[in-house]
């Protein structure tokens, strides 16, 4: 693990868990679409919903490969499956991935916490660790927040 800060901007991704998704997102829809082509007794309609759910089928793997985590100059923004949030520097109070964590958390100034499923361990857990690792040395090197507001 190097503790060199990258430059910005970095994108933070789960990328063999993406490359799963997408192949198997691709696979689903070919080999549904090919039975309801080849099925002889399937009438226009039926091939159409073949079709239709092997579609739905490819778009719901392909927003579980959504999640990333981007961070700029101006902060990190945190996309998720169905929600995207940009956060500064000085929201962010600390970047937790703990033994047994689908993924990482961060702690929020307001006392909240935000998964960022744009680094998780599944598949990768060691390129997880270091990436939650760069994570957080570069919101420690450029949250803005007084001490004690980070603290407390």
Same mark, same amino acid.
């Given at each position: 693990m190097s503790d060199e800060l990258p430059a910005l901007p970095?994108? =933070?991704?789960?990328?063999?868990?993406r490359a799963v998704l997408l192949t198997a997102a691709g696979a689903? =829809?070919?080999?549904?679409?090919?039975? +309801?082509?080849?099925?002889?007794t399937l009438g226009p309609g039926e091939r159409l919903s073949f079709v =239709?759910?092997?579609?739905?089928l490819a778009g719901v793997l392909g927003l579980l490969s959504r999640?990333?985590?981007? +961070?700029?100059?101006?902060g990190v923004t945190v996309?998720?499956? +169905?929600?995207k949030?940009?956060?500064?520097?000085?929201?962010?109070v600390q970047v937790n991935l703990r033994a047994g964590d689908p993924w990482v958390f961060l702690d929020l100034t307001d006392g909240t916490s935000l998964p960022a499923l744009g680094i998780q361990p599944g598949i990768a857990k060691q390129r997880a660790i270091e990436?939650?690792?760069?994570?957080?040395?570069?919101?420690?090197s450029r949250s803005v927040a007084e001490p004690e507001q980070r603290q407390g």
């Open positions: 970095v994108t =933070f991704r789960p990328g063999r868990t689903i =829809f070919v080999v549904i679409t090919a039975v +309801a082509l080849l099925l002889p =239709f759910t092997a579609a739905m999640p990333k985590v981007v +961070a700029d100059e101006s996309v998720n499956i +169905a929600g949030r940009h956060l500064d520097w000085a929201e962010i990436d939650a690792h760069t994570l957080r040395m570069l919101v420690e």
